[in-house]
Structures are given as C-alpha cells and as structure tokens.
C-alpha cells in the first residue's frame, strides 16, 4: 500500500503571492488532514477534509482554504502569503474521523515566503 | 482548551541506555487518546505509541513504553536499549474522542540525540 505523498517538497514564494500545496492520502483512506509546522514548534491543525466537505477547522484565518477530490487526493490553498506563513506543512490521512483511526503523515512541503 | 507541554528541549541518551521523556497535558474531557510521535530529518510524523486514557494498563511497542498518569495528567516516554536510529524530534499529542472531529493537539517537542 502506498503512504501519503506531498508535493512540491520545497518552494520559495514572495510575500502576497498564492501557493498551492498537494496532498494524496493513502490507499483506502477517505479523511485528510492538514497541519502547519513553524520551525522549533509542534505541528498545528489548519482543517480536516472527510468525503470531500471541510470537517472542521483549525484557528487559521479564511485565506488558507482547501480542497478534497473523488479520489480523496486534497489541495491545501494559501493566498495573499505572509512571512509567518513560512513553515513546513504537513498532510495526513486516516479511514476515518475519530482518534480511534491513526494518522499516517507525509513527509511535508516545506514553504518559504521572502 | 487542550493544551499539552514538553518540558525538556533537547536530550541526550548514551547508545544502549535509557531515556524517558516528558509530557504533561491538560483538557476537560474525560475521553481522549494520547499519541507519541517520533520526527526524523525526513520530517515524516511516524506514530510510536498511542494511549487511550480509559484503559489503565500503560501501552508498550517493543524498546517503547508509557507512563501514564491520569489524575496527574502525565504521559511520559521511555525509550529502552536506545538506538542510533531514535534519534529524532519526539512530539507528545492528544486528540478529544468525543468530538466528531477530533484534531491532534501537539506539544513543542523534544529533541533526543543518541550518542554512540
């Protein structure tokens, strides 16, 4: 079975610029979640997709949006970049909602804003 | 609000030693999971071992195991016959059972450095 795959793994933007980071969830898992990771900390919960609708949010301001597709692959959105937006962000999958279905992370697209 | 706190930056262990390593918690549920998390330079989140907070008995994976403490909101980490390949950023973690949507709440991490 495959794992969870992100991409790009690296990029560089300037502030005020859009970017768009890619998430495919691992075989037979419906649920994506995403996280953002500032350097030195813990990860942090931006939302999670369950069935392509957004199943809850993180406390992350309405221009980091999202994205969950048939196949259960999701898309992560931030316009308008601030340099605190610099962090590693990570995607994970579970077959369900609840703690009872483990998250299987990817290894992160890691985000610069100049 | 569920907060969680790694109170130890950095460690150090001697290969073949033991380590423990610190979580405290706090939240109002009585239902919850706790997680440790093991990151490495490949920076991908690998799940080392989960607790669920209505069972006793402390859960163990191999060299891996927990101590928890309910009442005193304590989940710590100990790693046994420490090896070069634990060498990582360890991250404590706690997710709400009872909510539909249940986000994991992470601590700042500790990272462990095993030393030949």
């Known amino acids: 079975e495959t794992g969870v795959t992100q991409s790009p793994t690296h990029l560089i933007k300037t502030r005020g610029q859009q970017v768009t980071l890619r998430c495919s969830s691992q075989?037979?898992?419906?649920?994506v979640s995403w996280y953002q990771q500032a350097l030195g900390q813990g990860p942090q919960f931006i939302f999670q997709?369950?069935?392509?609708?957004?199943?809850g949010r993180g406390n992350f301001p309405p221009r980091f949006s999202g994205l969950q597709f048939p196949n259960y692959s999701s898309e992560l959105n931030v316009n308008a970049l601030e340099l605190d937006d610099s962090a590693l962000y990570l995607c994970?999958?579970?077959?369900?909602?609840?703690?009872?279905?483990?998250?299987?992370f990817g290894a992160g697209s890691r985000l610069t804003v100049l | 609000a569920q907060t969680v706190t790694q109170s130890q930056p950095e460690m150090s262990v001697q290969e073949a030693e033991t380590v423990t390593l610190s979580c405290t918690y706090d939240?109002?549920?009585?239902?919850?999971?706790l997680f440790w998390y093991k990151q490495p330079p490949s920076r991908q989140m690998i799940l080392v071992i989960r607790?669920?907070?209505?069972?006793?008995q402390n859960a163990t994976e191999n060299r891996f195991s927990v101590n928890f403490q309910k009442a005193a909101k304590s989940f710590s980490l100990k790693i046994s016959d420490s090896q070069l390949g634990d060498t990582a950023m360890y991250f404590c973690?706690?997710?709400?059972?009872?909510?539909?949507?249940?986000?994991?709440?992470f601590g700042k991490g500790t990272r462990l450095s095993v030393i030949a």
């Open positions: 994970a999958s579970s077959s369900g909602t609840s703690g009872a279905n483990v998250l299987t």
């Open positions: 075989s037979g898992h419906n649920t």
């Open positions: 997709y369950y069935r392509e609708e957004e199943n």
């Open positions: 939240t109002s549920e009585n239902n919850y999971y």
């Open positions: 607790q669920e907070a209505y069972k006793q």
């Open positions: 973690a706690l997710e709400n059972r009872n909510s539909g949507n249940t986000p994991l709440v």
